[in-house]
């Protein structure tokens, strides 16, 4: 299967100081990626849509200013969390779509626990 | 209501018994069906997708679905210790949709 690389897999930051998450896939092109948030024991909910060459599209409820999304080429993408707060402490996945004749796949990174003190 | 429900568990079943985990789902716009498979700490690892009703088999893994009761399953056979996971499903819309969404995950434990 294709391979989607995400670092760093965990980080601590003091409140107030911003946070870089890189989403890289490894072997395919990935004109779309998506962000993720999951917080313990829930499922995955999905933060925004990131497009390479344009804007992220943000789900309802997600501060666009707070996570900010840039696809800088086919193979990367990055959340930034600015100004984060203990509220932000959570574990954020990355995942990429590769389009292969009529189906679909999600390829996701391992994930990065993000814990704000 | 939630778009995709799915039973959290915990689901603890013995080594070698058969699993069956279930979502189902309210809007009939979905058309692909996945399961995953997510380790603590790790992100989800795909273990199977269908576009159709009916039956797909993958080794130990079978999904099933059934569009007619907005209803999916997976069935592990022969479980082992090393199944013991959260198992999401998840789904989208027709061909080239982006968006997924996911049920709440099932943990499961195989007790050896």
């Known amino acids: 299967g294709a391979v989607v690389s995400q670092h760093p897999s965990w980080v601590i930051c003091k409140s107030g100081t911003s946070v870089k998450i890189e989403c890289r896939s490894l072997?395919?092109?990935?004109?779309?990626m998506f962000w993720y948030r999951q917080f313990p024991k829930q499922s995955l909910m999905l933060m925004a849509t990131?497009?390479?060459?344009?804007?992220?599209?943000?789900e309802q409820g997600v501060e666009k200013d707070k996570f900010l999304i840039n696809h800088a080429s086919l193979t990367l993408s990055t959340l930034t969390v600015t100004s984060a707060h203990p509220e932000d402490s959570s574990f954020y996945i990355c995942?990429?779509?590769?389009?292969?004749?009529?189906?679909?796949?999600?390829?996701f990174g391992q994930g990065t626990r993000l814990t704000v003190v | 209501q939630k778009e995709v429900e799915q039973d959290p568990g915990p689901l603890s079943v013995p080594e070698g018994a058969i699993v069956s985990l279930n979502c189902t789902y309210s809007?009939?716009?979905?058309?692909?069906f996945m399961w995953y498979r997510q380790y603590s700490r790790k992100g989800p690892e795909l273990l199977m997708y269908?576009?159709?009703?009916g039956n797909k088999e993958d080794g130990r893994f079978t999904a099933q679905v059934d569009k007619s009761s907005k209803y999916i399953s997976l069935f592990i056979r022969d479980s082992q210790p090393s199944d013991s996971a959260t198992y999401l499903c998840?789904?989208?819309?027709?061909?080239?949709?982006?968006?997924?969404?996911f049920g709440q995950g099932t943990r499961l434990t195989i007790n050896p």
């Open positions: 809007n009939s716009a979905f058309q692909y």
């Open positions: 269908t576009y159709s009703s």
């Open positions: 072997d395919f092109q990935a004109t779309t």
């Open positions: 995942s990429a779509r590769r389009i292969l004749e009529l189906n679909t796949e999600a390829f």
């Open positions: 990131s497009n390479e060459g344009s804007k992220a599209t943000y």
């Open positions: 998840a789904m989208s819309v027709a061909q080239g949709a982006q968006k997924l969404v």
